[in-house]
C-alpha cells in the first residue's frame, strides 16, 4: 500500500534533521542561566533572589526582539522555497542589521534604568542590590544576544541548524569556565557571573556573524544596510512583537508576585522558572522545525505537506512533554540541591516543579503550534490572541499575590511550598488557555496562505 503524506519516513527524517540540532542549541540560553543560578545559588539567597529579578528583566529586554529570529525564519525559508537563495540571505542580512540597531538602543536604557527598573519587582534591600550589579553589567550583551537571535533565525530559515548548534556549544562552555574563573576564582560575585555570560555571549554573536558574511560572499550578496528593507524588516516584525511583549508581560508580572511572597518564594520560582525555560526550549526545538518546515512549504505553494507536517510536528510536541514530565517529577527533590542549600528554598523549588512536570504535555502541544504559526507568518492572529490570553490571565495571577499574606500566615516551609505551588498553577492556566486559542485557529485553513511573501 502506498504511504500517505502522514506516514512519509521523509518526513521524520526532516523533522529530527532540523529539530535534533535545534533543541541542543535552544537550551543554551536556559543553560546559561542554570549554570549562573547553580553558581551564584551557593553565594546565598539574597544573590539568587537577586539573579531571578535580574534575569527576568535581561530576557525580557532580549526576547522582546525574538521576532528577530522567528520572524527571519519565516521570510528566509519562504524564499528558499520559492527558489530564491540569494533574496533570503538579503533577508536575513537586513535582519541583522535591524538587530544591532534594536540591540544598541536596549542596552543603553537597561544599563542606565536598571535601579528603577529592578525596585519595579519589590524584592528585599539586599537581593535589589545584587540585581542591579547584574542587569547593569549584562546589559551589555544585549547586542549580542539580539545578533545571536537574528543570524540563528536566517540559518534556520536556510534549513540549517547545524551551525547555531556549534556557536550554543561553544558559547555555554566558555561560560561555565568564565563564570567559575570570576566568581569564585576572582572573587567577584554576582558581578563575574554577569561579566562571564557577556564575553561568552559577545563570542556567539561573532561566529554567527562570520558565518552569514561568509554565505552572502559565496552568492555575491552585498553586506551593506539598505534603511529602507530594514524597516520593511521591522514592521514585518511588529506583530510578533506585540505577541512577545504580551507573553514578557505575563512572565514579569508572575516574577512580581513572587518576588511579593518574600525572598524564599522569589528564588524557589527563579530556579523552578529556570528550570521550566529549559524544558520550553527542549519542546520549541520542534517548534523551530515547524517554522522552518511550514514556511518553506507554504513558500513552494504545498498545503498538503504542510498540513501533515503539523499534524506529525504536534505529535511528538505532545510526546516530548510527556517524556519531560516523567523526568522532572523522577527528579523533582534531586534538582534542588544543585542549586541552592538553603533547605527551606530546596522545598519550595520541588513542591514547583511537581506542577511544572505535570504541565510539560500541555506546553509540548503549545509550543509546536505557535512554531507552525509563526513558520505560517501568521504574525496578527498571535499577536491578538496572545493579548486575550494576557487578560485571562491577570486576574488569576492577581489572585495569587492577594492570597499571599493568607498562604504565608505562619511564616513555615510550608507555606512558602503552598505560596509557590499556587503561583505555578496560575501559570499553568495560562498555558492551557493558550492552548485552548492554538487549537481554535490551527484547525481551520486561514492561516495557510502560499508564495514567497505573506
Partial sequence: MSQTPQESPSQHREVLRLALPAFLALVAEPLFLLTDSAIVGHLGTPQLAGLGVASAMLLTAANIFVFLAYGTTSVVARQLGAGNRDGAIAAGIDGTWLAVGLGAVTAVLVATFAGPICQLFGASPEALGHAVTYLRISAISIPAMLVVLATTGVLRGLQDTKTPLIASAAGFTSNI?????????????????????????????????????????????????????ILGAARTGVPLLIRTMALRAVLLTTTWVAAGLGDVPLAAYQVSATIWSFLVFALDAIAIAAQAITGRTLGAGDIARTRSATTLMTRWGVIGGVVLGIIVLLLHTTLPRLFTSDPAVQSAIAA????????QPLSGYAFVIDGVLIGAGDGRWLARAMLVNLLAYLPLILGVHLMGDWLLEDGSTRGSDNAVTWLWLAFTAFMAIRGVLMWARVRTDHWMVTGATR
Fill in 177 to 229: 569556565v568564565l563564570n567559575l574563573l570570576f566568581v569564585y576564582g576572582l572573587g567577584w560575585g554576582i558581578a563575574g557571573s554577569a561579566l562571564g555570560t557577556v564575553i561568552a555571549q559577545t563570542g556567539m554573536a561573532a561566529a554567527l556573524v562570520a558565518v552569514l558574511m561568509r554565505e552572502a560572499a559565496r552568492h555575491h550578496v552585498t553586506l551593506r544596510a539598505h534603511p529602507a528593507r
Fill in 352 to 359: 514547583a516543579l511537581i506542577i511544572v512536570a505535570l504541565s
